[in-house]
């Protein structure tokens, strides 16, 4: 869903299109002022999204109370009710991430009151051109804003934007909103890494009781994590969740294994046998489909989740699970369209927001006195006297990440905007931060596995 892959297409023929869509939107913007353009069908996987209810008035406030200041009007904006939404999803309703997006449209859709005929989503788009062809077939059908949700998909999504200025391109994950240049082009992404240390103090918490009953010795402590690429992504949410269960449980160490796939069942259960029969006492991951928990369900050995609540799944083996709502989002960007106020380039929003979240603790699997351990930490976290990569809790070959910075460290070097304060700003937009993730540093504790 968010692939390495980031060049630009463009065939002559499209080119020529372009240069004639360019012009007829000059004129247009001469003789009308900008309007926004509206969406559409194709060949590839296309539904309507199901009808929703009214329309709420809470609505109204969430794209305000998302920014934490009044938005800046930039157009006369649009009436709900000729409204058309595109979306772009790498999958579909059988792996998690996109279906956390699904649920995100239905949650936008309840908010804003649009109708099934107002919502156009085109699943199983490939990180390829052909999410540019579907970002054009949506901008002409008549979509006032298209979003998509893959990290591959951004490329396509720039070209998309700057051929057709008077639609919103909104893409999660990515990085290259502010590089471009275009004020419809924006990236968003949530802090997903306070959900995910919040899953490792849940962690943490079951790696006591099992030292406690004697399952596991206090220096086997080994965890698995089953990761999709070796991008700063995975590397953040996997440091963000080995801080939690160190938080409580020291003496943890952690492998990780890639399956080079965001979504492959197979792939996902292998590498968590691996690790397993490694020697690993409890499974997490950061790839999206159920492979990992079902090979925990027949071992016996409990685990994390992602996207998704994964009880169904391992009702013996699952804790919890790390998860991100894309509704917040959802419903601000669209409000935006309405309203006619500016969608900001970067967006990036956590658990204070309702942004992340962990899905429903697994009482049957849970250490004792784990709800009131996430409790106290996620206040820390809200009231910010707790902060994820406190860069105090780790070090990298030894050293705090302000000594690599002071001893010049190449990496760190690169990197050395986000340490301040005392700790590593991840997706902190409102210290002028990207959304996208970027801590790729590999912490002491922690052997990440390749090949």
């Not at 002559?12 to 000059?26: D, G, P, W, Y």
């Not at 999709?228 to 995975?234: D, I, R, T």
């Not at 796939?261 to 489909?289: M, N, P, R, Y």
Request: charged share 25%.
């Amino acid at each position: 869903m968010r692939s390495s892959c980031l060049f630009l297409f463009l065939s002559t023929r499209n080119k020529e299109v372009v240069t004639m869509k360019k012009f007829l939107a000059l004129v247009l913007t001469v003789v009308m002022a900008a309007s926004l353009a509206a969406c559409g069908n194709s060949g590839t996987k296309e539904t309507q999204a199901p009808a929703s209810g009214d329309s709420e008035t809470a609505a109204e406030s969430t794209a305000a109370e998302s920014t934490g200041e009044t938005a800046e009007k930039v157009g006369e904006g649009v009436d709900v009710k000729d409204l058309k939404v595109g979306f772009i999803f790498i999958g579909d309703e059988n792996e998690g991430y996109t279906e956390a997006h699904l649920k995100a449209v239905e949650e936008m859709k309840k908010n804003l009151g649009l109708s099934d005929d107002q919502v156009v989503i085109k699943t199983n788009i490939k990180e390829d051109e052909g999410c540019y062809d579907a970002a054009v077939d949506l901008a002409e059908q008549g979509c006032n804003i298209v979003i998509a949700n893959s990290f591959g998909h951004e490329s396509y999504i720039l070209q998309a934007a700057a051929d057709y200025p008077d639609v919103q391109f909104c893409h999660a994950t990515g990085y290259q909103a502010k590089s471009s240049g275009l004020s419809n082009m924006h990236n968003f992404f949530t802090r997903i890494y306070e959900s995910r240390y919040l899953s490792g103090v849940v962690a943490g918490m079951k790696l006591n009781e099992m030292i406690k009953n004697g399952e596991v010795s206090k220096d086997k402590c080994k965890i698995g994590y089953v990761g999709a690429f070796p991008y700063a992504e995975v590397i953040s949410g996997f440091t963000s969740f080995y801080l939690g269960v160190k938080s409580v449980c020291d003496s943890a160490t952690m492998e990780v294994k890639y399956t080079n796939s965001w979504a492959s069942f197979d792939l996902e259960k292998e590498c968590a046998e691996q690790l397993i029969a490694d020697g690993c006492v409890l499974i997490s991951q950061h790839a999206d489909t159920t492979g990992a928990p079902t090979a925990c369900e027949a071992k016996k050995v409990p685990c994390v989740g992602y996207n998704i609540d994964m009880i169904p799944t391992a009702p013996d083996a699952a804790l919890t699970s790390a998860t991100i709502n894309w509704g917040p989002y959802y419903t601000y960007a669209v409000q935006s369209v309405i309203d006619g106020t500016a969608i900001e380039t970067d967006w990036a929003k956590g658990v204070k927001d309702g942004a992340d979240a962990i899905t429903e603790l697994n009482d049957k699997t849970v250490a004792e006195g784990t709800k009131e351990a996430v409790e106290e930490a996620q206040k820390g976290i809200e009231d910010g006297t707790l902060h994820v990569f406190d860069t105090s809790k780790f070090t990298v070959g030894g050293k705090t990440l302000e000594e690599l910075v002071e001893s010049g460290d190449k990496d760190a070097t690169k990197l050395k905007d986000y340490i301040k304060d005392g700790y590593f700003h991840e997706s902190d937009v409102e210290s002028g931060m990207p959304s996208a993730p970027a801590f790729t540093f590999i912490i002491d504790g922690i052997n990440s596995i390749t090949k």
